[in-house]
């Protein structure tokens, strides 16, 4: 059972906001069982049916209440339910719901125009989708048309979506649900300090794994990749956070192939790595191409590529996206930017990151299952072992966690390639007292195993 404490004082909302009407949660997870596609999994033994949300907390449908550190995936970058977010989407959808990108409309060109304000180096174009799957979609068919090669390079570790072409991108066997589908991909060595593919320890590897790049092209390529696509920190790999030097070097060897670099920010967009608005900004390298979703419109169906003028322009053939830059989706992107900049998400994820970081630092002192903390900003990952020596991994403690932070009234994400790293990324609006309230619903869960 979940706590059904009073609510602290320094919350916004006093007690679980009243529902529309009741949920009967057992009759939801039921029907959800018996309609759903059985892959469509939930996370728990008894899952929970949420039915409300607010900035940094949600409820289910008992009426117990959750601090959310995992936001549907990285994706509720300034809150459940944002009220500026929400009236403007809410405004959008009386006035003009639908159009497909067949005309133009105000809000999607002031979405284009903001991004190309923010975006790193020479990103100016944009072009909108749905999903994060499909921005990389999009980018792959970019990169293949403006440099007129074929073969991608990806990373082990990777992910990349849910269409044939990502899955053949990720580079973890459990999501790779068929075999390769696209041909011309090649997985490069991941940036996996704390599980070096090389066997090697930071900084005297001399960042070997990036130096591999070479060697893998002249060796598993015909010697001209037409992109790198790779995430700045790899998300569902584990918060995956690779040496500083790491990007660099990788994008110049591939560079000097001919190919270009799509960075896949769908993760660790928008402030998320904290002090900056994009997290390949850290690594001080310039995509060709760069992918977005999740919180870019706080958890409105939104996919955005954008590339260089340059890059772009090679895209001139016939394409639609029937939902792509929605007058709704748009608004719900301008009103979530807008929010973003105001509130100075990349300072926020930068402090509260910190706040964060430490404390998992002295909860890594006092717990021996903890085998390493890693990430960004308020992007920050445990990598949970049996052993801190073999570091064999344990994706059984990882379960058992989950389950004893659902009772501490904490939601928590997981993942890794073994399933076994336990993934926090907030609202970027989190309150200093509610980082506080939610390390100390983690400690209980981990003395509670
Ligand atoms: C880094 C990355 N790229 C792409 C995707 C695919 O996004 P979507 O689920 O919106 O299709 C995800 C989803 O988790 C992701 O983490």
Redesign the pocket.
Known sequence: MATKKKASPKRAKAKAPALPKPVNGASVRAKHKEFLFPCVTNYYEEPIVLTKGEGSWCWDSDGREYLDLFGG?LTLGVGHCHPEVVSRIEQQIKTLGHTSSLYATEPVVNVAEKLAKIAPGKLKKSFFTA????A?ETAILVAKLFTGKQEIIALRYG????SLT?LSLGGNSSWRLIPTQMVGVKHALSPYCYRCPLGLTYPSCEIKCAQDMDELIRTETNGQPAAFIA?PIA??GGFITPPKEYFQIAVGIVRKYGGIFIC?E??TGFGRTGDKWFGIEHWGVEPDVM?M??SIANGFSV?ATMATEEVANAFTGLTISTFGGSPPTMASTNATLDVMRRENTPKRSAERGKQMRDALMAMYEKYQIIGDVRGMGLMQGIELVEDRKTKQPAPKAATRLMEAAKKQGLLIGKGGHYGNVIRMAPSMLISKTEMEDAMKRLDRALASM
């Open positions: 995936i999903s994060g799957t499909e990389n992910y990349s979506g849910r990502a995430e998300g569902v896949d769908v993760q992918t979703a999740k996919g």
